[in-house]
Nanobody, 122 residues
């Protein structure tokens, strides 16, 4: 069964950090671009970051630039999203998704995880 499983969400105070993981099973991520998305209550889903299959291209939404870092470990079949200096507006369900492409893309994803919840509150 092909699936992506996110983990690492939780409750953190403003200014804190979390590292999200996206683990693939049933397929290898080597040839997939990976994107992280988030959806807050009452808001549309938005693309947060992506990384291409070669790990030499990354992109970030303006709202998270300088605070979030995406990376991948193909040996572990896992992609990470390091989130620092978290703000209350970062609170959302975070999803990872994969697309069979060498390019960094945030649309037309082939596989989606079920999400992990991030709460940022004091």
């Amino acid at each position: 069964q092909l699936q992506l499983v996110e983990s690492g969400g939780g409750l953190v105070q403003p200014g804190g950090s979390l590292r999200l993981s996206c683990a693939a099973s049933g397929f290898t991520l080597d040839y997939y671009a990976i994107g992280w998305f988030r959806q807050a209550p009452g808001k549309e889903r938005e693309g947060v970051s992506c990384i291409n299959s070669h790990s030499d291209t990354t992109e970030y939404a303006d709202s998270v630039k300088g605070r979030f870092t995406i990376s991948r470990d193909n040996a572990k079949n896992t992609v990470y999203l390091q989130m620092n200096s978290l703000k209350p507006e970062d609170a959302a369900v975070y999803y990872c998704a994969a697309r069979s492409s060498s390019r960094c893309l945030l649309y037309g994803m082939d596989y989606w995880g079920k999400g992990t919840l991030v709460n940022v509150s004091s």
